[in-house]
């Protein structure tokens, strides 16, 4: 995890420009009535019974994973912490904003942008190095207690799957599509947006080398 020291305007600035597209995006996915992604077909599963906005119950859900990471000894960053309480009201503005479209060809522009726009979303927020989102964090805790990487995301993800359809929540092309191809889209944009660890001997204040003939 990068120093709190280290580009804090950048980390900050990224970390939200990122949490805001992840909200928005999964706002435009909801908008496509095409299906959602696994997590969100749990949380609007769980809507209908609590009648909580989407939203808000994201923010809920995420709180709740956090609380899971204390046995599994994980420990947040400033990312963790903005993740679980940014990404909800965002998702319920881009809900409120964002006109549904009529004919199918633009639902599925819609899905399209919605699933390149959480990856490169996740790539923001993840790059800045302070920690990563209450959901991701789950699965690697699990990995570190022995459980291949693999295996929990999908033991879990599959979970909160048919939980969340159970519940009513939607289930389409887009949760195929999303399921397919967010993890190739992240780890292309991933590597491209994290921002690399300052210097010490620079206060941390960028990645480059010193200037040549500068006080060390």
Known sequence: MARLDDRPVQRALRIAAGLALYGTSQAVLVKAHLGTDPWTVFTQGLTRVTGFTLGQTTIVVSLALLALWVP?????????????LMVGPFVDLGIAWIPAPAHWSVRVV??????????????????????????????????RHGIPLIAARAGIEVSVLVVGWLLGGSVGVATVVFAGGIGPLVGYTLPRLTLPPGRRGDGGLNGAPPTPGAPR
């Open 72 to 84: 599994l000894r994980q420990r947040p960053g400033l990312g963790t912490a903005a993740n679980a």
């Open 110 to 143: 819609f899905m399209a942008m919605a699933v390149l726009g959480v990856a490169v979303a996740t790539g923001l927020y993840v790059g800045a190095g302070w920690g990563p989102g209450p959901r991701d964090g789950l699965m690697t805790g699990l990995a």
